[in-house]
Protein backbone atom coordinates (compact mmCIF):
# COMPACT_ATOMS: atom_id res chain seq x y z
CA UNK A 1 0.00 0.00 0.00
CA UNK A 2 0.97 3.59 -0.78
CA UNK A 3 1.85 5.34 2.44
CA UNK A 4 -0.35 8.40 2.48
CA UNK A 5 -2.86 5.51 1.96
CA UNK A 6 -1.75 3.76 4.57
CA UNK A 7 -1.76 6.52 7.02
CA UNK A 8 -5.59 7.55 6.00
CA UNK A 9 -6.72 4.44 6.79
CA UNK A 10 -4.96 4.34 9.99
CA UNK A 11 -5.76 8.12 11.06
CA UNK A 12 -9.58 6.34 10.10
CA UNK A 13 -8.93 3.56 12.34
CA UNK A 14 -7.72 5.59 14.94
CA UNK A 15 -10.95 8.24 14.42
CA UNK A 16 -13.41 5.48 14.58
CA UNK A 17 -12.00 3.78 17.88
CA UNK A 18 -11.84 7.13 19.54
CA UNK A 19 -15.37 7.56 18.34
CA UNK A 20 -16.44 3.97 19.43
CA UNK A 21 -14.70 4.83 23.02
CA UNK A 22 -16.44 7.89 23.31
CA UNK A 23 -20.02 6.69 22.59
CA UNK A 24 -19.24 3.37 25.29
CA UNK A 25 -18.03 6.14 27.70
CA UNK A 26 -21.25 8.51 27.08
CA UNK A 27 -23.46 4.99 27.30
CA UNK A 28 -21.78 4.65 30.72
CA UNK A 29 -21.85 8.01 32.00
CA UNK A 30 -23.67 10.75 30.46
CA UNK A 31 -24.98 13.87 32.11
CA UNK A 32 -29.02 13.54 33.31
CA UNK A 33 -29.86 16.80 31.79
CA UNK A 34 -33.44 18.14 31.41
CA UNK A 35 -33.27 18.51 27.69
CA UNK A 36 -31.67 15.74 27.36
CA UNK A 37 -34.64 13.43 27.89
CA UNK A 38 -36.39 14.47 24.90
CA UNK A 39 -35.52 14.59 21.02
CA UNK A 40 -38.11 17.71 20.67
CA UNK A 41 -35.81 20.47 18.67
CA UNK A 42 -37.85 23.24 20.22
CA UNK A 43 -36.52 21.95 23.43
CA UNK A 44 -32.91 21.49 22.35
CA UNK A 45 -32.64 24.38 20.79
CA UNK A 46 -33.88 26.34 23.65
CA UNK A 47 -31.24 24.77 25.75
CA UNK A 48 -28.20 25.20 23.55
CA UNK A 49 -29.23 29.09 23.71
CA UNK A 50 -29.50 29.40 27.27
CA UNK A 51 -25.96 27.72 27.43
CA UNK A 52 -24.18 29.42 25.05
CA UNK A 53 -22.99 31.69 27.66
CA UNK A 54 -24.46 30.25 30.89
CA UNK A 55 -23.50 27.27 32.96
CA UNK A 56 -25.26 24.34 33.02
CA UNK A 57 -26.12 24.66 36.73
CA UNK A 58 -27.88 27.83 36.23
CA UNK A 59 -29.28 27.00 32.95
CA UNK A 60 -31.12 23.89 34.55
CA UNK A 61 -33.80 25.77 36.41
CA UNK A 62 -34.19 28.58 33.82
CA UNK A 63 -34.62 26.09 31.76
CA UNK A 64 -37.79 24.41 33.54
CA UNK A 65 -39.29 26.97 34.13
CA UNK A 66 -39.06 27.92 30.74
CA UNK A 67 -40.87 25.23 29.87
CA UNK A 68 -43.59 25.28 32.10
CA UNK A 69 -44.37 28.72 30.68
CA UNK A 70 -43.38 28.35 27.25
CA UNK A 71 -44.36 24.60 27.01
CA UNK A 72 -44.29 24.57 23.08
CA UNK A 73 -42.63 26.58 20.00
CA UNK A 74 -46.01 28.13 19.56
CA UNK A 75 -46.57 29.47 22.93
CA UNK A 76 -43.61 31.21 22.89
CA UNK A 77 -43.91 32.69 19.58
CA UNK A 78 -47.53 34.31 20.94
CA UNK A 79 -45.98 35.45 24.07
CA UNK A 80 -45.45 39.42 24.41
CA UNK A 81 -41.75 40.12 24.39
CA UNK A 82 -41.72 41.52 27.65
CA UNK A 83 -43.05 38.29 29.35
CA UNK A 84 -40.12 36.19 27.15
CA UNK A 85 -37.06 39.13 28.24
CA UNK A 86 -38.79 38.18 32.25
CA UNK A 87 -38.42 34.90 32.09
CA UNK A 88 -34.92 35.16 30.72
CA UNK A 89 -33.88 37.88 33.51
CA UNK A 90 -30.65 36.96 34.86
CA UNK A 91 -29.19 35.27 32.40
CA UNK A 92 -27.70 37.68 30.55
CA UNK A 93 -27.07 38.33 26.82
CA UNK A 94 -30.34 38.95 26.30
CA UNK A 95 -30.10 39.06 22.73
CA UNK A 96 -30.55 35.57 22.62
CA UNK A 97 -33.90 35.92 24.23
CA UNK A 98 -34.91 38.41 21.60
CA UNK A 99 -33.12 36.13 18.72
CA UNK A 100 -34.71 33.29 19.66
CA UNK A 101 -38.25 34.83 20.40
CA UNK A 102 -38.06 36.33 16.55
CA UNK A 103 -36.34 33.03 15.07
CA UNK A 104 -39.40 30.98 16.57
CA UNK A 105 -42.25 33.31 15.20
CA UNK A 106 -40.64 32.76 11.96
CA UNK A 107 -40.83 28.90 12.64
CA UNK A 108 -44.19 29.43 13.28
CA UNK A 109 -44.77 31.95 9.60
CA UNK A 110 -42.55 30.02 7.80
CA UNK A 111 -42.26 26.34 8.61
CA UNK A 112 -46.14 25.79 10.25
CA UNK A 113 -44.38 25.87 13.67
CA UNK A 114 -42.11 22.58 12.49
CA UNK A 115 -38.38 23.26 13.27
CA UNK A 116 -36.78 22.39 9.80
CA UNK A 117 -34.20 19.31 9.75
CA UNK A 118 -32.40 21.26 6.83
CA UNK A 119 -29.29 22.59 7.39
CA UNK A 120 -29.04 25.66 5.11
CA UNK A 121 -32.71 26.85 6.89
CA UNK A 122 -31.86 26.14 10.23
CA UNK A 123 -28.54 27.80 10.02
CA UNK A 124 -30.63 31.05 8.92
CA UNK A 125 -33.23 31.53 11.82
CA UNK A 126 -31.97 34.23 13.72
CA UNK A 127 -29.26 33.40 16.90
CA UNK A 128 -28.56 30.28 15.18
CA UNK A 129 -24.51 30.18 13.88
CA UNK A 130 -22.93 26.76 12.66
CA UNK A 131 -22.74 25.31 16.29
CA UNK A 132 -26.11 25.79 17.94
CA UNK A 133 -27.29 24.51 14.05
CA UNK A 134 -25.29 21.59 14.64
CA UNK A 135 -26.14 20.75 17.57
CA UNK A 136 -30.18 21.10 16.59
CA UNK A 137 -29.78 19.05 13.68
CA UNK A 138 -27.72 16.52 15.28
CA UNK A 139 -28.87 16.05 18.57
CA UNK A 140 -32.57 16.43 17.72
CA UNK A 141 -32.34 14.98 13.79
CA UNK A 142 -29.46 12.75 14.01
CA UNK A 143 -27.94 14.07 10.95
CA UNK A 144 -24.37 14.05 10.83
CA UNK A 145 -23.71 17.34 11.06
CA UNK A 146 -20.50 18.68 13.41
CA UNK A 147 -21.10 20.86 16.78
CA UNK A 148 -18.16 22.67 17.53
CA UNK A 149 -18.54 24.79 20.80
CA UNK A 150 -15.45 26.03 22.91
CA UNK A 151 -15.47 22.60 24.92
CA UNK A 152 -15.23 20.72 21.50
CA UNK A 153 -12.55 22.77 20.49
CA UNK A 154 -10.01 21.93 23.31
CA UNK A 155 -10.91 18.39 22.94
CA UNK A 156 -10.03 18.15 19.20
CA UNK A 157 -6.96 20.37 19.78
CA UNK A 158 -5.67 18.28 22.72
CA UNK A 159 -6.63 14.88 21.04
CA UNK A 160 -4.92 15.81 17.40
CA UNK A 161 -2.21 18.01 18.94
CA UNK A 162 -3.23 20.90 17.31
CA UNK A 163 -0.93 24.04 17.95
CA UNK A 164 -3.01 26.53 16.26
CA UNK A 165 -4.84 29.20 17.59
CA UNK A 166 -8.75 27.37 18.29
CA UNK A 167 -10.01 31.71 17.77
CA UNK A 168 -9.46 31.14 14.25
CA UNK A 169 -12.27 30.38 11.71
CA UNK A 170 -9.54 28.65 9.76
CA UNK A 171 -8.81 26.48 13.10
CA UNK A 172 -12.64 25.79 13.84
CA UNK A 173 -13.02 24.65 10.15
CA UNK A 174 -10.46 22.21 10.16
CA UNK A 175 -11.51 20.74 13.70
CA UNK A 176 -15.08 20.89 12.08
CA UNK A 177 -13.81 18.28 9.32
CA UNK A 178 -12.09 16.00 11.80
CA UNK A 179 -15.27 15.85 13.82
CA UNK A 180 -17.44 15.34 10.76
CA UNK A 181 -15.49 12.66 9.60
CA UNK A 182 -15.55 10.95 13.21
CA UNK A 183 -19.37 10.55 13.26
CA UNK A 184 -20.31 6.81 13.40
CA UNK A 185 -22.60 5.94 11.32
CA UNK A 186 -26.69 6.84 12.54
CA UNK A 187 -24.84 8.08 15.68
CA UNK A 188 -24.45 11.57 15.34
CA UNK A 189 -26.72 12.46 18.31
CA UNK A 190 -25.03 10.76 20.97
CA UNK A 191 -21.64 11.61 19.54
CA UNK A 192 -22.02 15.13 19.43
CA UNK A 193 -23.42 14.82 22.89
CA UNK A 194 -20.36 12.79 23.85
CA UNK A 195 -17.97 15.11 22.90
CA UNK A 196 -19.51 17.99 24.56
CA UNK A 197 -19.73 16.12 27.92
CA UNK A 198 -16.16 14.92 27.79
CA UNK A 199 -14.99 18.58 27.69
CA UNK A 200 -17.24 19.89 30.54
CA UNK A 201 -16.42 16.66 32.61
CA UNK A 202 -13.67 15.13 31.93
CA UNK A 203 -11.06 17.18 29.26
CA UNK A 204 -11.74 20.79 31.28
CA UNK A 205 -10.21 24.17 30.69
CA UNK A 206 -7.76 23.78 33.81
CA UNK A 207 -6.29 20.21 35.27
CA UNK A 208 -7.97 18.06 32.37
CA UNK A 209 -8.68 14.35 34.31
CA UNK A 210 -6.59 12.80 31.77
CA UNK A 211 -6.09 9.62 34.10
CA UNK A 212 -9.93 8.76 34.17
CA UNK A 213 -10.15 9.61 30.28
CA UNK A 214 -11.85 6.95 28.07
CA UNK A 215 -9.18 7.97 24.90
CA UNK A 216 -6.19 8.89 27.04
CA UNK A 217 -4.31 6.37 25.00
CA UNK A 218 -5.47 7.66 21.99
CA UNK A 219 -4.47 11.78 22.65
CA UNK A 220 -1.77 12.74 20.87
CA UNK A 221 -1.56 15.88 23.66
CA UNK A 222 -1.35 13.03 26.58
CA UNK A 223 1.20 10.83 24.61
CA UNK A 224 3.50 14.03 23.90
CA UNK A 225 3.08 15.43 27.36
CA UNK A 226 1.95 18.09 26.05
CA UNK A 227 -1.91 19.14 27.81
CA UNK A 228 -1.18 21.49 29.40
CA UNK A 229 -0.12 23.42 26.44
CA UNK A 230 -2.95 23.03 24.67
CA UNK A 231 -5.20 24.46 22.80
CA UNK A 232 -3.18 27.62 21.93
CA UNK A 233 -5.59 30.92 22.31
CA UNK A 234 -5.33 34.09 21.01
CA UNK A 235 -5.37 36.66 24.00
CA UNK A 236 -8.84 38.04 24.21
CA UNK A 237 -8.80 42.06 24.28
CA UNK A 238 -8.98 43.32 27.97
CA UNK A 239 -12.96 44.74 28.27
CA UNK A 240 -13.42 48.69 27.73
CA UNK A 241 -14.67 50.85 30.64
CA UNK A 242 -17.78 52.65 30.38
CA UNK A 243 -18.72 55.28 32.96
CA UNK A 244 -22.43 55.71 33.49
CA UNK A 245 -24.67 58.20 35.46
CA UNK A 246 -28.02 56.92 36.94
CA UNK A 247 -31.17 59.02 38.76
CA UNK A 248 -33.24 57.67 41.29
CA UNK A 249 -36.24 59.95 40.39
CA UNK A 250 -39.12 59.11 43.11
CA UNK A 251 -42.50 60.73 43.17
CA UNK A 252 -45.32 59.40 45.53
CA UNK A 253 -43.92 56.46 46.34
CA UNK A 254 -43.17 55.47 42.67
CA UNK A 255 -40.01 55.20 40.81
CA UNK A 256 -39.04 56.37 37.77
CA UNK A 257 -38.19 53.97 35.37
CA UNK A 258 -37.13 53.94 31.38
CA UNK A 259 -36.97 51.40 28.47
CA UNK A 260 -33.70 50.93 26.70
CA UNK A 261 -33.86 51.15 23.22
CA UNK A 262 -35.13 48.00 20.70
CA UNK A 263 -31.01 47.66 19.40
CA UNK A 264 -27.54 47.19 20.89
CA UNK A 265 -26.51 46.02 24.53
CA UNK A 266 -29.04 45.11 26.49
CA UNK A 267 -32.38 46.43 24.24
CA UNK A 268 -35.45 46.37 25.46
CA UNK A 269 -34.93 46.09 28.89
CA UNK A 270 -35.71 48.68 31.57
CA UNK A 271 -33.14 50.53 33.68
CA UNK A 272 -33.02 53.71 35.63
CA UNK A 273 -33.04 57.20 33.40
CA UNK A 274 -29.48 58.14 32.56
CA UNK A 275 -26.93 56.85 30.61
CA UNK A 276 -22.53 57.15 29.86
CA UNK A 277 -20.95 59.86 30.81
CA UNK A 278 -18.41 61.09 28.20
CA UNK A 279 -14.41 61.18 29.57
CA UNK A 280 -13.87 65.09 31.16
CA UNK A 281 -17.75 65.57 31.88
CA UNK A 282 -19.11 65.55 35.83
CA UNK A 283 -21.48 63.02 36.75
CA UNK A 284 -23.99 65.21 38.18
CA UNK A 285 -24.06 67.71 35.18
CA UNK A 286 -24.02 64.89 32.89
CA UNK A 287 -27.18 63.69 34.29
CA UNK A 288 -28.76 66.54 34.38
CA UNK A 289 -28.52 66.82 30.55
CA UNK A 290 -29.53 63.34 30.01
CA UNK A 291 -33.03 63.48 31.78
CA UNK A 292 -33.30 66.85 29.55
CA UNK A 293 -32.65 65.48 26.39
CA UNK A 294 -34.55 62.01 26.89
CA UNK A 295 -37.24 62.82 28.85
CA UNK A 296 -37.66 66.75 28.61
CA UNK A 297 -37.14 67.11 32.34
CA UNK A 298 -35.20 69.15 34.64
CA UNK A 299 -33.80 67.93 37.47
CA UNK A 300 -32.14 68.60 40.78
CA UNK A 301 -29.41 66.18 41.86
CA UNK A 302 -29.14 65.03 44.69
CA UNK A 303 -27.21 62.91 47.09
CA UNK A 304 -25.16 60.21 45.99
CA UNK A 305 -26.76 57.22 46.68
CA UNK A 306 -24.58 53.85 45.24
CA UNK A 307 -21.90 52.77 42.58
CA UNK A 308 -22.36 48.99 40.69
CA UNK A 309 -19.90 47.26 38.51
CA UNK A 310 -20.63 44.54 35.97
CA UNK A 311 -18.12 42.99 33.35
CA UNK A 312 -19.61 42.31 30.08
CA UNK A 313 -17.97 40.52 27.49
CA UNK A 314 -16.09 43.85 25.49
CA UNK A 315 -17.40 46.29 28.34
CA UNK A 316 -17.05 47.08 31.94
CA UNK A 317 -19.92 49.45 33.49
CA UNK A 318 -19.34 51.78 36.05
CA UNK A 319 -22.90 53.24 37.22
CA UNK A 320 -23.08 55.57 39.46
CA UNK A 321 -26.53 56.47 40.92
CA UNK A 322 -27.84 59.31 42.87
CA UNK A 323 -31.07 60.95 44.17
CA UNK A 324 -32.62 63.17 41.92
CA UNK A 325 -35.99 65.30 41.99
CA UNK A 326 -37.88 66.94 38.98
CA UNK A 327 -37.88 70.90 39.14
CA UNK A 328 -41.16 72.25 40.88
CA UNK A 329 -43.86 72.25 37.99
CA UNK A 330 -41.94 69.81 36.18
CA UNK A 331 -43.96 66.40 34.90
CA UNK A 332 -42.75 63.42 33.07
CA UNK A 333 -45.62 61.49 31.30
CA UNK A 334 -46.04 57.56 31.41
CA UNK A 335 -45.81 56.04 28.00
CA UNK A 336 -43.98 53.02 26.09
CA UNK A 337 -40.83 53.61 27.33
CA UNK A 338 -41.36 55.09 30.72
CA UNK A 339 -43.11 54.07 33.43
CA UNK A 340 -44.18 55.01 37.01
CA UNK A 341 -43.44 52.13 39.59
CA UNK A 342 -45.06 51.32 42.97
CA UNK A 343 -41.99 49.28 44.56
CA UNK A 344 -44.13 45.88 44.73
CA UNK A 345 -44.70 45.88 40.90
CA UNK A 346 -40.80 47.01 39.84
CA UNK A 347 -40.56 42.74 39.78
CA UNK A 348 -42.98 42.54 36.61
CA UNK A 349 -40.42 44.65 34.25
CA UNK A 350 -37.35 43.11 33.36
CA UNK A 351 -34.10 44.81 34.36
CA UNK A 352 -30.33 43.97 33.01
CA UNK A 353 -28.48 42.28 36.25
CA UNK A 354 -26.93 45.26 37.09
CA UNK A 355 -29.64 47.65 37.35
CA UNK A 356 -31.25 44.69 39.82
CA UNK A 357 -28.15 44.65 42.02
CA UNK A 358 -28.45 48.65 42.04
CA UNK A 359 -32.06 48.63 42.76
CA UNK A 360 -31.20 46.10 45.32
CA UNK A 361 -28.65 47.59 47.18
CA UNK A 362 -30.78 51.12 47.75
CA UNK A 363 -33.77 49.16 48.64
CA UNK A 364 -31.69 47.07 51.29
CA UNK A 365 -30.18 50.55 52.34
CA UNK A 366 -33.53 52.57 53.79
S1 LIG B 1 -6.17 12.44 27.70
FE1 LIG B 1 -6.41 14.35 28.76
S2 LIG B 1 -6.02 15.89 27.22
FE2 LIG B 1 -6.37 13.98 26.13
S3 LIG B 1 -8.52 14.01 25.64
FE3 LIG B 1 -8.30 12.92 27.55
S4 LIG B 1 -8.58 14.47 29.14
FE4 LIG B 1 -8.22 15.55 27.21
Redesign the pocket.
Known amino acids: MHSSQHDETRERRRAAEIAGRLLDWYAESARDLPWRRTRDPYRIWVSEIMLQQTRVETVIPYFERWMKQFPTLEALAAAPQEEVLKAWEGLGYYARARNLHAAVQEVVARYGGEVPDDPEAVASLKGVGPYTAGAILSIAFNRPVPAVDGNVLR ?1 MA ?2 YAIADDIARPATRRVVEELVRAMIPPGRASEFNQALMD ?1 GAV ?2 TPRR ?3 LL ?1 P ?2 EL ?1 E ?2 KAGR ?1 GELPVKGRARAPRPVERVAAWVEQEGRLLIVRRPQEGLLAGLWELPGGDVPAGLAPEETLRTLLRDALGAEVEVGEHLVDVRHVFTHLVWHVRCYRAALAPGCKVAEGEEVRWVAPEALGEYAFPAIYNKLLGLIRADR
Open positions: VRLLICPRCCVRCAWV
